[in-house]
């Protein structure tokens, strides 16, 4: 039925999207050909049976048994067929595979954010391995959204306060769209996120240099979304005042006093050695609480936050 799929559906990239689209196409045509036999003696009998003489009356009929059993009986046993087939398909997709690669959806309003194995993150653009098993784990930060990807034919609630998953593996490299499927206000509409369906060169590219907004955004906006997307906004303030880490306003060009007794000059070196190994220089008045971001903020990123602390004067 590929040809009939590709007719009538759109692009299907996945497995299961295809034997979606099986069960859509069938029961359409099911209905259609149900359709055209209803309409067809619905015009026919009247005709047919209309009395044509004054005074000729029909015989009277009160039923037809075998006739009464047969449209109870097949439309009965097409029905429990399409709940079978529809069933079936829907219990496969949901099966996990155990070696699937887990990426966890944050949802809020009105954004999708992205978080790899390997700690990486992007905002509106999920990757994915081509023909690889993937498992979403979903949650949301404010009200109930659905993440809801058309070429697959796949859907969810993602609900606040809990954690929905959802498998699929697509089969189709690519660019496809993901939409949010419930209304949650305001911006709803433009809830939307892409999914990149990578060749596996692209997803490791993907994941050793970011995604796409990473290598284009201007460095103090990526220092700036680096901030507040990997956490250092949980220990470092902005304004000045004294959290769990020193602030960064005013921190670039200052002598910085360490443990130690001795002193340095907040300089390139010195932020990108603090980011990537905080306990080599721990400044005076501070635990060495801070934990290494080796490997988990790409180059440009670490760029980025060096740019933004120089903004902060
Ligand atoms: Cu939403």
């Given at each position: ?254 002598s910085e006093k360490l443990?130690?007794?001795s002193s340095v000059t907040v300089d390139?070196?010195y ?10 220089k721990?400044v ?30």
């Open positions: 039925m590929n040809w009939l799929r590709d007719w009538m559906m759109p692009l299907a990239a996945s497995e299961h999207a295809k034997k979606v689209d099986d069960l859509y196409i069938f029961t359409f045509w099911l209905m259609l050909a149900f359709f055209i036999l209803i309409v067809y003696l619905t015009v026919l009998f009247p005709l047919k049976y209309k009395r044509k003489k004054e005074g000729v009356m029909t015989i009277n009929f009160s039923h037809n048994l075998a006739l009464e059993l047969a449209w109870s009986v097949i439309p009965l046993i097409l029905v429990i067929g399409l709940f079978f087939w529809g069933f079936n398909d829907y219990v496969e997709s949901r099966v996990h595979q155990n070696d699937a690669i887990e990426v966890h959806v944050t949802a809020n309003k009105w954004n999708w954010a992205f978080e790899y194995p390997d700690g990486s993150r992007s905002i509106k653009a999920l990757h994915v391995p081509v023909n690889k098993p993937v498992r979403l784990i979903l949650t949301s930060e404010d009200v109930l959204h659905a993440f809801f990807i058309p070429a697959l034919r796949t859907k969810t609630d993602v609900i606040p306060g809990r954690y929905v998953e959802l498998p699929f593996t697509a089969t189709v490299a690519g660019k496809h769209q993901v939409f949010c499927a419930e209304y949650c206000g305001r911006g709803h509409s433009g809830m939307f996120a892409e999914l990149y369906v990578d060749t596996p060169e692209q997803y490791e590219t993907f994941l050793k240099e970011g995604p796409e907004e990473f290598k284009t955004m201007p460095l103090v906006e990526l220092g700036k979304f680096t901030y507040n997307e990997a956490g250092c906004k949980s220990c470092h303030t902005i304004d000045g005042t004294k959290s769990e880490g020193p602030s960064f306003k005013n921190l670039w060009g200052k443990r130690d007794g390139e070196s932020i990108r050695e603090s980011i990537l190994n905080p306990t080599a721990v005076a008045g501070y635990e060495p609480v801070m934990p290494s971001f080796q490997g988990l903020l790409r180059d440009r990123q670490i760029l980025g936050v060096i740019e933004y602390i120089k903004s902060l004067k």
